[in-house]
């Protein structure tokens, strides 16, 4: 009956998700057009409602660890999960990701990614796709943020393990940008697939900054070792062995 319980607050928290975003998304799309700082508003509102529903109708609370990003920088974050990015969004002043270029026609999604200059991957061009970056940060097209990048490419579910793509480590020597490690849990309560929402602390954790430097691989070892331990030591915190 618990569980009965949990999934039907599970299944009216993602209802009201969606409509929020329906909500705050479109609604702010004029704004948008007008000034594209209102991206950045839209999106830290519409996450932190996320953040707030999540916390009172299925238990699911978050918390923020370690110094937020400020200035231009590179992120490169564990991906567990869609609270993840939400997280993220929620406290990076000026965010931007490379995400899937499939995204660019979803609905209020396509339109966000393309006002905060976030930049759209074929993943079967990753290569090509990372050099257009480097060449645009280079050029100055691409504004000041914090650029989100998953070194493990896609979704990895709490406690599995997936090699983490060379892409990170070109794009930290290409741009000789800092790096910043950001390790979760957040897998251990909203899983990949499914309705089900877990009560608990989702945790995301931003790490001492890599300085630009190092050889790709001394960096690639570097940052790997730093999200994965963390991330370890997360997950066990919410009562996961990682492996288990």
Known sequence: MKNAIQWVRSLLFIIQMYVALAVIGFGMVPMVWLNKKYA???IHAYCNWVRWTASWMVGLKSEIRGEVPQGEVLVAAKHQSFFDILLL?????RLKFIYKKQLKWAPVIGIYAKYTNSVPVDRGKRGAAIKKMVAEVRDGRVEPGQL???PQGTRVAAGAKKPYKVGTGVLYKETGQSVVPAATNVGVFWKRHGIMRHPGLAVLEFLPAIEPGKEIGEFME??????????DRLMQEAGLTPDS
Do not use: G, K, N, Y
Not at 223 to 231: L, M, N, P, Q, R
């Open 222 to 231: 570097r940052v790997e070792a730093d999200i994965e331990t963390t991330s």
């Open 40 to 42: 950045f508003v839209a």
């Open 89 to 93: 969004a929620s406290v990076l002043p």
């Open 148 to 150: 989100v990048i998953f």
